[in-house]
Structure formats: C-alpha cells, structure tokens
C-alpha cells in the first residue's frame, strides 16, 4: 500500500503549497517508507526529489514545487527494495517522463524476463516505467498496454514535457480528483481535495495536456 498525489494547472499558475502539504500528509498514512516528488518547473524541465523517510519530515521540499504546471508525490510503503536505498523509491524514469505508483506488481519478475528489461532497482515499480519504453503510440496508449501486463491493481500518476501532460490511471486502487480555480489535484484519498470531489473512473487512463495557458485531455480515457 503506497499513497499518490499530484497536480496540473488550468492557467498556468503553480499549485497551493498548503493544499500540498496536507494532501503529503494525508497521503503519508498510506506510506511512511519513503516520500518522492516529480514536477515541471519554469524553465520547461522536470525536476525529481526522493528519499527515504516521510513526507512529514521533508514537507519544505514542497517549496521546489511552487512554479510548477504539473507535479506528482508519492509517499511509499516498501514491498520491494529496500526505502534505505534510494533507487528504490518513487519517482521512476518513464523515458523522458517521470513515474509513480500504487500498488504491486506481482509478476515483475516475469515481465523483466519476457521483455529483456534491465532494472537498476529492487522495486517492482520500476518495470513498470521501463515498459512504458517498450511499446509505440501515445502515453495513454502505452500506459494501457503496461497496465494489461502487470498482475495486479494499480494507480499510476506521470509527468512529461513538451508540452506539459499528466497521466492518470487507475485500475483497482483509490485515486480521487478534486478542481480549484487554478487547477486539478488529484490523491490516493479525497481528504484534502478542493471543491466537489469525484473517483477517477476505475479501470481507466488518460492524459491531461496543458499548453497554450489551455488544460485540455489529450484523447478519451482508455478502459483498462
């Protein structure tokens, strides 16, 4: 059991640094192994932050996030690798994009075996990153091919650039989302959330694209 949270701006402002701290503190009860953070900042470039700990004891690293169009958290709860070294903890590598995730992935020693991959990590969650390299068309496309791999429920939440987009997938596990007036965040749990909060549509992907101070989908959602 890990918790997720992130955010993508509808105007081009950065998220409500307060509204993050407690969505990582709500999150953290979902997580105290390790606590991660991925986010665009000004100048079009994604920034990572990880360690080991919880998010409580790391919330001035929120700061960094405070220009960002679109960021992602993740607070861990290890099942495999070990959240004193660091590699093992979220945000992973998704080519040129960032990833985190919720959940197991019980057959990851299969997957790395049937797709050659090599893994620099002990988690289970990085193969899911690496197989996002793995496969040919859009973001939302591939994330539902990864998914359709693993054995397992999951929530993942991404982040890529150029232009700035935020994946949400969510078979199985909780994920929320809730609108302020200067975007959407999304968490694990609704504690927190702004406005009306809504479940993301179980056994569904898609990807949220902002560009041109205009937040748009990229395509419909995919069903898992």
Not at 101 to 121: F, K, S, W
Not at 132 to 155: E, F
Not at 212 to 223: A, M
Request: hydrophobic share 40%.
């Amino acid at each position: 059991m890990c918790g997720i949270f992130g955010f993508i701006t509808s105007a081009g402002e950065g998220p409500d640094i307060a509204r993050l701290r407690r969505l990582a503190l709500v999150t953290q009860t979902r997580g105290a192994h390790a606590f991660g953070l991925a986010w665009l900042d000004a100048d079009g470039a994604i920034q990572t932050f990880k360690t080991p700990g919880a998010a409580s004891d790391h919330l001035d690293e929120l700061e960094r996030c405070r220009d960002a169009v679109v960021m992602v958290g993740h607070c861990r709860y290890a099942t495999h690798g070990s959240p004193r070294d660091n590699r093992n903890n979220h945000p992973h590598p998704a080519g040129s994009g960032q990833l985190i995730h919720n959940g197991v992935v019980h057959n990851h020693d299969e997957l790395i075996r049937r797709h050659g991959l090599a893994p620099q990590t002990q988690c289970d969650s990085e193969v899911l990153a690496l197989l996002m390299t793995r496969c040919p068309g859009t973001i939302a496309q591939r994330s539902a091919w990864v998914a359709a791999q693993a054995m397992g429920d999951l929530a993942l939440l991404g982040i890529w650039r150029r232009p700035a987009r935020l994946l949400v997938s969510r078979r199985g596990r909780p994920l929320h989302f809730g609108q302020s007036d200067h975007g959407f965040y999304f968490a694990s749990l609704a504690s927190g959330l702004p406005g009306q909060v809504k479940q993301v549509v179980d056994h569904s992907t898609r990807v949220l694209v902002y560009t041109g101070r205009r937040l748009r989908l990229e395509s419909k959602p995919i069903r898992l």
